[in-house]
């Protein structure tokens, strides 16, 4: 039996702008210091392209693994799109197919290190960046070092790596903000041809030949809202073709698509309890991808990720125990939900066991406990880190993120719409104090510039 009803899909959203307080404060603390009326102020939470004067080539990560170079490129490519997220008195340029930011490797300052691609670090200063309008452009200044963002030798070539200089007038490193175009809804892959990429037929739950997930492109959910400037929220999905049955946890180890359809616990994944000891719906693997799934109800303890892992176009019908748990043991795995939604949660949405950054974006959540909560009491504890960015989150609901400040936990919050809570009883960022047993103490909500990393203008209330 389903433990509570699945709610309609709700129609009161409507599009805002989230980012106006954050550019302000950008304006009065000199971050554009030496603008021109030529080159507008990129607003932080949005995305964009960087085009170099150079070449009017594109600023890209031409691979999403950490510890690549950033080149400059046509543009068009692919791996072009960074989001500028505010982080204190700068910037962070993050990546937004891979989720990770541009630093200078190995921290250096001087003339010619390199800039690439690294797993967010919120400590990191050389992962920060403040911007200086120019004539025709900005200058991209790193916070650690005092130098440029700069294409090596001043080429005009594409493919040329891109590097950190000293600042001065060359075009090489002066660049055009522009805005990127909403990111498109993501379309069907070819499902991976390995033993683990297809239901494991069982005695009591065989998928039928109808039920076997399909190459063929899903169908754009319908873009109905945003949580601010940039990329619209997809509504709720209208499910592909038959329901696929799950009796035995379907392991991801590279890449499952399920082609728009639902998947749907049965035998041992089919209790719809809250028991902390379910079997998943899907196992993924370090660095697997999932996509284009509707989990239906009941869907037992969910997704499980063992490492980096991205979720794309995944939604939640009905969350069972959890609708995803995030394991692994690197400090530098990056977990990506991105698109999607969840519903009917009586506890949380997403867990965080294992450490590293978590990145939840273009995300619509309704009727929840948590969306998000680092584990509390885990018998191995480490800091973790949240990005919520571009989320509505509709009431009834309890929290949007819960924190261990005393394990030097941070939570950074973008472009969040909560929608029915007239009252605001949504605690927006709960602090708490995590223990490796027993049960862990609240310690203070709202914004502190440390852990929980907003400000008012980054929450927008609706009715």
């Given at each position: 039996?389903?433990?509570?009803?699945?709610?309609?899909?709700?129609?009161?959203?409507?599009?805002?702008?989230?980012?106006?307080?954050?550019?302000?404060?950008?304006?009065?603390?000199?971050?554009?210091?030496?603008?021109?009326?030529?080159?507008?102020?990129?607003?932080?939470?949005?995305?964009?392209?960087?085009?170099?004067?150079?070449?009017?080539?594109?600023?890209?990560?031409?691979?999403?693994?950490?510890?690549?170079?950033?080149?400059?490129?046509?543009?068009?490519?692919?791996?072009?799109?960074?989001?500028?997220?505010?982080?204190?008195?700068?910037?962070?340029?993050?990546?937004?197919?891979?989720?990770?930011?541009?630093?200078?490797?190995?921290?250096?300052?001087?003339?010619?290190?390199?800039?690439?691609?690294?797993?967010?670090?919120?400590?990191?200063?050389?992962?920060?960046?403040?911007?200086?309008?120019?004539?025709?452009?900005?200058?991209?200044?790193?916070?650690?070092?005092?130098?440029c963002l700069a294409v090596k030798d001043g080429s005009t070539?594409?493919g040329t790596p891109v590097q950190q200089n000293s600042c001065?007038?060359?075009?090489?490193?002066?660049?055009?903000?522009?805005?990127?175009?909403?990111?498109?809804?993501?379309?069907?892959?070819?499902?991976?041809?390995?033993?683990?990429?297809?239901?494991?037929?069982?005695?009591?739950?065989?998928?039928?030949?109808?039920?076997?997930?399909?190459?063929?492109?899903?169908?754009?959910?319908?873009?109905?809202?945003?949580?601010?400037?940039?990329?619209?929220?997809?509504?709720?999905?209208?499910?592909?073709?038959?329901?696929?049955?799950?009796?035995?946890?379907?392991?991801?180890?590279?890449?499952?698509?399920?082609?728009?359809?639902?998947?749907?616990?049965?035998?041992?994944?089919?209790?719809?309890?809250?028991?902390?000891?379910?079997?998943?719906?899907?196992?993924?693997?370090?660095?697997?991808?999932?996509?284009?799934?509707?989990?239906?109800?009941?869907?037992?303890?969910?997704?499980?990720?063992?490492?980096?892992?991205?979720?794309?176009?995944?939604?939640?019908?009905?969350?069972?125990?959890?609708?995803?748990?995030?394991?692994?043991?690197?400090?530098?795995?990056?977990?990506?939900?991105?698109?999607?939604?969840?519903?009917?949660?009586?506890?949380?949405?997403?867990?965080?066991?294992?450490?590293?950054?978590?990145?939840?974006?273009?995300?619509?959540?309704?009727?929840?406990?948590?969306?998000?909560?680092?584990?509390?009491?885990?018998?191995?504890?480490?800091?973790?880190?949240?990005?919520?960015?571009?989320?509505?989150?509709?009431?009834?609901?309890?929290?949007?993120?819960?924190?261990?400040?005393?394990?030097?936990?941070?939570?950074?919050?973008?472009?969040?719409?909560?929608?029915?809570?007239?009252?605001?009883?949504?605690?927006?960022?709960?602090?708490?104090?995590?223990?490796?047993?027993?049960?862990?103490?609240?310690?203070?909500?709202?914004?502190?510039?440390?852990?929980?990393?907003?400000?008012?203008?980054?929450?927008?209330?609706?009715?």
């Open positions: 039996m389903s433990k509570r009803a699945i709610r309609p899909k709700r129609g009161r959203i409507a599009a805002l702008g989230g980012t106006a307080a954050l550019l302000a404060a950008g304006i009065a603390g000199g971050l554009w210091a030496g603008a021109d009326a030529a080159a507008p102020a990129p607003a932080a939470g949005s995305s964009y392209t960087l085009v170099s004067a150079a070449g009017g080539l594109c600023l890209q990560a031409p691979a999403p693994a950490a510890g690549t170079q950033l080149v400059q490129q046509d543009c068009g490519a692919g791996g072009e799109t960074w989001r500028l997220t505010a982080d204190g008195s700068g910037y962070r340029l993050v990546e937004t197919a891979g989720g990770r930011c541009a630093g200078v490797r190995d921290a250096r300052t001087g003339a010619g290190a390199a800039v690439q691609t690294e797993d967010c670090d919120p400590a990191a200063a050389s992962q920060r960046w403040t911007l200086t309008a120019v004539e025709g452009g900005h200058r991209v200044v790193n916070a650690a070092s005092g130098k070539a594409a001065d007038s060359a075009p090489a490193k002066r660049w055009t903000f522009k805005p990127a175009a909403a990111t498109p809804a993501p379309t069907a892959s070819t499902p991976t041809t390995t033993a683990t990429a297809t239901p494991k037929p069982t005695a009591t739950a065989k998928p039928t030949a109808t039920a076997k997930p399909t190459a063929t492109a899903t169908p754009a959910p319908t873009a109905t809202a945003t949580g601010g400037t940039g990329t619209a929220i997809p509504a709720w999905p209208t499910p592909q073709g038959a329901d696929v049955p799950l009796a035995a946890t379907q392991k991801v180890a590279k890449l499952f698509d399920g082609g728009g359809r639902r998947y749907v616990g049965k035998g041992a994944l089919g209790s719809g309890s809250q028991s902390e000891n379910q079997p998943a719906m899907f196992e993924l693997a370090d660095g697997a991808v999932l996509q284009n799934v509707i989990l239906g109800d009941p869907a037992a303890d969910g997704v499980h990720c063992s490492g980096s892992c991205t979720l794309r176009n995944v939604w939640w019908e009905n969350v069972g125990e959890d609708a995803a748990t995030f394991k692994g043991t690197s400090a530098s795995q990056v977990m990506t939900v991105d698109g999607g939604g969840a519903r009917g949660a009586a506890d949380k949405v997403f867990q965080h066991n294992g450490p590293g950054t978590f990145v939840v974006r273009n995300f619509r959540v309704e009727d929840f406990g948590k969306l998000y909560r680092s584990c509390g009491n885990c018998k191995t504890q480490y800091p973790r880190h949240v990005v919520i960015d571009n989320v509505i989150a509709t009431a009834p609901g309890k929290k949007i993120v819960g924190i261990n400040a005393n394990l030097g936990d941070t939570a950074t919050i973008t472009r969040l719409t909560v929608v029915g809570d007239s009252s605001r009883k949504i605690t927006v960022c709960q602090r708490y104090t995590g223990v490796t047993s027993g049960e862990p103490k609240e310690a203070g909500s709202g914004p502190d510039g440390t852990n929980c990393r907003y400000t008012p203008g980054d929450v927008t209330y609706k009715p």
